[in-house]
């Protein structure tokens, strides 16, 4: 292997490897019974529905939104996920039974970004990224849900009102309206949101870890095999490939690259089943998923650093 490349791989593992230790710690805290389903339901709960927004809204509140610099990418990465879910949709019934075809296609696309690509994006390039982060974020979480429910379901009836309870979404609103047109932020509410804002990545991914269903990873199955090179290889090929023809470069192509190849979220699984018989398929691919995820996001870096384009 060429030393240049080699150590391209070297800095981009530096990356990817924090992530990983942390969530395999989540998994033997819960092996040791030092955290258990309560602790993990709990703090779920107080991620994502207090740190996330938390630092999501500091991160918008404390930095100018610029439509010319940020919307750009947040665009491109909303019609890039909508191509991408029609061709998996139409793809789907060659790879996967037709009764499987919403979940495949949900665990295919649905990366987790809210959560590990914010901490990948941190880890790459410091707190400065988390507003370009959060906009970006904040407008896949609106495709995401609303894709979720076409993919899955008949029902269309609680879209509006789920995206308007979001708390990651209403986090990043807030913090760009402050940013527009409130006072400047207090010092005591900056302090005591900082300290929620750093116990959400910490937490956020001990309780992924602690969550995964580990023991349901199984290689045998096809339909789980092809929604994890999915999301971990084809797609964000895919999509990292049409954003350098598009012009992006450097810190937003790195961002979109980070977000988009990050491993299947836990959503998909509990989403398939509530609303379906096939929650065990997504539960796998949560999991295959997070395993590979250091691996193929590492050698995605290196590669892109490598070509000058990040």
Known sequence: MDSGFLAH?????????PILAVLLLGAWFRRRNWIDGHFVEA?????????????LFLATAGQPVT???DLPLAAFGVVATVVVVLLLWLLAPLLVGREKRGVFVHSAYRSNMGMIGIALCLNAYGEDVLARAGVFVAAMIA????LAVLVLTERRDQVLR??????????VLAGIAWQRLGPPLPEIAADSLGYLARMALPLALLCIGASLRWRSLRLDHPDVVWAAAFTLVIVPAAVTTAAVLAGFRGEDLGILFLMVAAPTAMVA??????????????????????????????LGLALLSATALI
């Open 9 to 17: 791989v070297v800095a981009s593992f530096g990356i990817t490897a």
């Open 67 to 69: 439509p010319d610099e």
């Open 162 to 171: 789920n995206l308007a309870r979001n708390p990651l979404l209403l986090g």
């Open 269 to 298: 699984f509990v989403m398939a089943r509530a609303l379906t018989p096939h929650g065990e398929s997504a539960a796998e691919t949560v999991a295959l998923t997070t395993l590979a995820m250091p691996v193929t996001i590492t």
């Open 43 to 55: 703090g779920n709960r107080l991620m994502y529905n207090a740190c996330m927004p938390a630092l």
């Open 143 to 146: 495709t995401y849900n609303v």
